[in-house]
Nanobody, 123 residues
């Protein structure tokens, strides 16, 4: 069982930056693939980025490549999402997820979810 708690969301102007954090409980954090998804009002939850157990492999959706960076600190049981050059279309609730399938971009590929943190980008 893994419990995930996101933090770091907020209101930022277009072009600004935010860093999201996701703290995980449990001693098995290192065995999980971690990911970030987001969901805008009226839209389905969509994949943003994922990172392998060691952090050696990362995958991003095309719309955030070059702007967002996913990383993890296994000693702190935490995964991060550094978001730069934010755009109004990045506005959404961002969710952290844990699973076992490396590189999965589907919500069904993850077993545990956080409660989400709101990111709002003003134009």
């Amino acid at each position: 069982q893994v419990q995930l708690v996101e933090s770091g969301g907020g209101l930022v102007q277009a072009g600004g930056s935010l860093r999201l954090s996701c703290a995980a409980s449990g001693r098995t954090f290192i065995t999980y693939v971690m990911a970030w998804f987001r969901q805008a009002p009226g839209k389905e939850r969509e994949f943003v980025a994922t990172i392998s157990w060691s952090g050696a492999s990362t995958y991003y959706t095309d719309s955030v490549k070059g702007r967002f960076t996913i990383s993890r600190d296994n000693a702190k049981n935490t995964v991060y999402l550094q978001m730069n050059s934010l755009k109004p279309e990045d506005t959404a609730v961002y969710y952290c997820a844990a699973g076992v399938r490396v590189g999965s971009s589907r919500t069904s590929g993850y077993d545990y979810w956080g409660q989400g943190t709101q990111v709002t980008v003003s134009s």
